[in-house]
C-alpha cells in the first residue's frame, strides 16, 4: 500500500482529499496533512476525512511514498530546499501555479519522479479538469498513482509542460472568471426584483443548461448563433458584449494570468 503526505493544507489540499476519500477503493493506506500555522484547520481535516495531520512535515517525509505539495508557489523553493535532504525514492507532486517538472528536478536530487498538475477546485465535488505533466524521471508504477489521483478528482489531460504553463488560467483560474459572469448576470437579476435565491436558480440552471448543450451538440458559435437571431434581442445584447472587447478581455484575462504564474518558475 502507498501513502501519501500533503504538505499545504489549504483550499487545494482539501479539494484533492475530498476526492481521494471519496473513492471506494482508496490505493493510499494512510493520508498525513501538514500546515504551517492554522493548527484549528489541521483539527477540522482530520475530523472531517480521518487523516493525519502534522505540523512538521519534513519529518514525514521518509514514512510516505507520495508527497504532494499543495502550499503557494513561493513557498516552493524552500520547502524543496528541505526535501532535499531527506527525500529518497518518493514520488513528488505539485498542483502550484507556475512550478513545474524541471524547476522541481533542478532543486533535488537526480532522478527524482516528479509531476505537475494544475487542478481547480472542482476537485472537490469530483468535477475538476486538470491537466498535467510529468517529469524526465516518471515511470509506469508513478503514472498509476497520479491517474489514481487525477480520476478521483475528475478529468485530466496530459500536456508538455508548456501547455501546461500556457493553460494554467484556462483550466485552474477561469472557474473564478467564470463566477465573476455568474455573479453578473444575477446582480442583474436582482436588480430587475427578484430575490438573491431566485437569481442564483436562475443564473445557475441556465449556466448548467448552456454547458450541456455545448457538451452535447459542440459548437459555441453555432450555439450562439441558434439563441442570437439577426436582428433580433440577443443580437443586441452581444454587440454590447463586443463593443465593449468581451473576447479579447477574456483573452488579456488569460494572457495575464499565464504571466503572473510563470513568474514563479524562477
Ligand atoms: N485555489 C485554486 O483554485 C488553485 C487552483 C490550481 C492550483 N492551485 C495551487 O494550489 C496551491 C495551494 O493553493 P490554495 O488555494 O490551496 O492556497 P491556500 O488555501 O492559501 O492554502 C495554502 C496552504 O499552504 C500552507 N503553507 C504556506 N506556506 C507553507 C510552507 N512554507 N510549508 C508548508 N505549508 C505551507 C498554508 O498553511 P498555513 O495556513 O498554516 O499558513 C496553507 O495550508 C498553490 O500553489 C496554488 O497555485 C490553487
Same mark, same amino acid.
Request: aromatic fraction near 4%.
Given at each position: 500500500?502507498?501513502?501519501?503526505?500533503?504538505?499545504?493544507?489549504?483550499?487545494?489540499?482539501?479539494?484533492?482529499?475530498?476526492?481521494?476519500?471519496?473513492?471506494?477503493?482508496?490505493?493510499?493506506?494512510?493520508?498525513?496533512?501538514?500546515?504551517?500555522?492554522?493548527?484549528?484547520?489541521?483539527?477540522?481535516?482530520?475530523?472531517?476525512?480521518?487523516?493525519?495531520?502534522?505540523?512538521?512535515?519534513?519529518?514525514?517525509?521518509?514514512?510516505?511514498?507520495?508527497?504532494?505539495?499543495?502550499?503557494?508557489?513561493?513557498?516552493?523553493?524552500?520547502?524543496?530546499?528541505?526535501?532535499?535532504?531527506?527525500?529518497?525514492?518518493?514520488?513528488?507532486?505539485?498542483?502550484?501555479?507556475?512550478?513545474?517538472?524541471?524547476?522541481?528536478?533542478?532543486?533535488?536530487?537526480?532522478?527524482?519522479?516528479?509531476?505537475?498538475?494544475?487542478?481547480?477546485?472542482?476537485?472537490?465535488?469530483?468535477?475538476?479538469?486538470?491537466?498535467?505533466?510529468?517529469?524526465?524521471?516518471?515511470?509506469?508504477?508513478?503514472?498509476?498513482?497520479?491517474?489514481?489521483?487525477?480520476?478521483?478528482?475528475?478529468?485530466?489531460?496530459?500536456?508538455?509542460?508548456?501547455?501546461?504553463?500556457?493553460?494554467?488560467?484556462?483550466?485552474?483560474?477561469?472557474?473564478?472568471?467564470?463566477?465573476?459572469?455568474?455573479?453578473?448576470?444575477?446582480?442583474?437579476?436582482?436588480?430587475?426584483?427578484?430575490?438573491?435565491?431566485? /437569481?442564483?436558480? @436562475?443564473?445557475?440552471?441556465?449556466?448548467? %443548461?448552456?454547458? +450541456? #448543450? *455545448?457538451?452535447?451538440?459542440?459548437?459555441?458559435?453555432?450555439?450562439?448563433?441558434?439563441?442570437?437571431?439577426?436582428?433580433?434581442?440577443? /443580437?443586441?445584447? @452581444?454587440?454590447?458584449?463586443?463593443?465593449? %472587447?468581451?473576447? +479579447? #478581455? *477574456?483573452?488579456?484575462?488569460?494572457?495575464?494570468?499565464?504571466?503572473?504564474?510563470?513568474?514563479?518558475?524562477?
Amino acid at each position: 500500500m502507498t501513502s501519501l503526505l500533503v504538505i499545504g493544507a489549504g483550499r487545494m489540499a482539501e479539494a484533492i482529499i475530498s476526492g481521494l476519500v471519496a473513492e471506494e477503493k482508496n490505493i493510499f493506506s494512510s493520508i498525513t496533512v501538514s500546515n504551517v500555522s492554522n493548527k484549528d484547520r489541521l483539527s477540522r481535516l482530520k475530523r472531517t476525512y480521518g487523516v493525519h495531520v502534522t505540523q512538521d512535515a519534513i519529518s514525514e517525509v521518509a514514512s510516505h511514498d507520495v508527497i504532494l505539495l499543495a502550499a503557494p508557489p513561493d513557498a516552493h523553493n524552500y520547502l524543496l530546499e528541505q526535501l532535499k535532504e531527506v527525500i529518497d525514492h518518493q514520488l513528488i507532486l505539485t498542483v502550484a501555479a507556475g512550478i513545474d517538472p524541471a524547476y522541481i528536478e533542478a532543486r533535488l536530487n537526480t532522478r527524482t519522479p516528479v509531476a505537475w498538475i494544475m487542478p481547480n477546485t472542482a476537485a472537490s465535488i469530483g468535477e475538476s479538469m486538470s491537466t498535467f505533466t510529468c517529469g524526465e524521471y516518471v515511470e509506469n508504477h508513478h503514472r498509476t498513482i497520479i491517474n489514481y489521483i487525477l480520476s478521483s478528482i475528475g478529468e485530466s489531460e496530459e500536456l508538455s509542460a508548456e501547455k501546461v504553463h500556457d493553460l494554467t488560467a484556462v483550466t485552474g483560474s477561469a472557474p473564478a472568471f467564470l463566477y465573476a459572469f455568474a455573479l453578473g448576470l444575477e446582480e442583474a437579476a436582482v436588480n430587475y426584483g427578484v430575490s438573491r435565491k431566485q /437569481a442564483r436558480k @436562475l443564473v445557475t440552471h441556465m449556466l448548467k %443548461g448552456s454547458v +450541456s #448543450m *455545448l457538451e452535447h451538440n459542440g459548437e459555441p458559435q453555432q450555439l450562439m448563433d441558434q439563441v442570437a437571431s439577426p436582428g433580433g434581442s440577443t /443580437a443586441k445584447g @452581444l454587440e454590447v458584449l463586443n463593443e465593449q %472587447g468581451f473576447m +479579447s #478581455m *477574456l483573452k488579456d484575462a488569460v494572457k495575464a494570468t499565464n504571466n503572473h504564474a510563470r513568474t514563479h518558475n524562477q
